[in-house]
């Protein structure tokens, strides 16, 4: 009966062989009608409570339950918005084995989708916000790009594709010894180099559009001072700014997870996604548009009549790598896998915490 039962969990760990009710460890809400509807009767929960008594040191599931009041039969047949925390956790290393056994060719071009949807959503932020600060402050005017920005990481979560910085909570996988350290590096190092071709391919086809001459020059402007700010930051602030970004870009992904529908998971992705972007924190992969943008439009005339020319010859491919990709990716990789992944295999997965949340911390 348990291994045909949608509310009973098995799997192996480190400590050994796991299983337990989903239903009685969680506490959630249950009525007679519905447990004899699954077929969940006295004699099979007798069983389940053996099997997790042998486990975990106590059985948690009844061998009665009593008959529900109408407040607790109506609880029991809502649906769930979303998933608690420790089945996020289980989602996020299933993922990541499906990840790791993704094929080649298709793990490339599902890359190259992710790094062009992040510079779809970096042109969407570039063009809205090229003079909103004029009409309703720098305050508001980061929200409402960070807002715009959100468009990148809702195509690759709905649309599919894999992006290196989401990629970064195969780490969760790693530790829950379901994908090896090899899987998770050959993963990033296809992903990154694929997401970067994807970002250049939108530069080039946004360069060759001519669209970043529109509003008299506006968007050039835009373009090249964000670029200028970029590649001026020092190695640390770039560094820092990379971990601040992804632990909030993994984040998004998380919640993205634990969504039912559309919407659910389209607003737990534009709440972080609008929050590192009006901070100011650095993500490498959205950076693969904008520094080269900035060197594609630097040679202009727009560009050379409204900037010095010591702040278009800072802009470079050495600034964009030295200044810039190198430490924001190194610091998105922390960000990730030590601020979510880690910190979330360790509070909901590790076998003595998983443990210590069946049996109430007895």
């Known amino acids: 009966m348990t291994d045909k039962c949608a509310f009973w969990n098995e799997y192996d760990s480190v400590a050994g062989h796991i299983c337990y009710c989903e239903l009685a460890a969680f506490n959630r809400p249950v009525n007679a009608n519905f447990l004899k509807a699954i077929g969940c009767t006295p004699e099979k929960r007798v069983e389940c409570m053996k099997s997790m008594e042998y486990v975990v040191g106590k059985g948690l599931v009844p061998e009665e339950l009593p008959e529900p009041s109408a407040v607790s039969t109506v609880a029991s047949t809502q649906v769930l918005s979303c998933d608690p925390p420790p089945e996020i956790a289980r989602t996020i290393v299933g993922s990541s084995e499906k990840k790791a056994a993704t094929a080649p060719t298709s793990l490339i071009m599902l890359a190259l989708l992710a790094g062009a949807y992040i510079a ?194 800072g802009i470079t491919w050495q600034a964009f790598f030295i200044n810039n990709l190198v430490p924001v990716t190194l610091g998105n990789i922390i960000g990730g896998v030590v601020f979510v992944a880690a910190a979330y295999w360790t509070c909901y997965l590790r076998p003595s915490t998983h443990r210590n949340v069946l049996t109430g911390g007895k």
């Open 120 to 313: 779809l959503g970096a042109v969407l932020f570039t063009i809205v916000t090229n003079d909103l600060s004029f009409y309703i402050g720098d305050g508001l005017s980061r929200l409402v790009g960070g807002i715009s920005f959100s468009l990148g990481l809702i195509l690759v979560i709905l649309g599919g594709a894999e992006l290196f910085t989401g990629n970064n909570l195969l780490a969760a996988g790693f530790l829950d010894k379901k994908i090896t350290g090899r899987q998770v590096l050959t993963n990033w190092f296809w992903v990154y180099l694929f997401n970067f071709a994807g970002a250049l391919l939108v530069v080039l086809l946004f360069y060759y559009s001519g669209l970043w001459k529109a509003n008299d020059g506006g968007i050039t402007a835009r373009i090249v001072n964000i670029a200028a700010a970029k590649t001026s930051l020092t190695w640390s602030e770039a560094f820092f700014r990379g971990i601040l970004c992804n632990w909030l870009v993994c984040l998004a992904v998380w919640i993205a997870a634990a969504g039912k529908d559309a919407i659910s998971k389209i607003l737990g992705i534009m709440i972080p996604i609008a929050a590192f972007v009006a901070a100011g924190f650095e993500h490498s992969i959205a950076n693969m548009f904008f520094v080269p943008m900035g060197i594609m439009v630097k040679g202009s005339e727009i560009a050379q009549g409204l900037f010095a020319p010591a702040l278009l010859q």
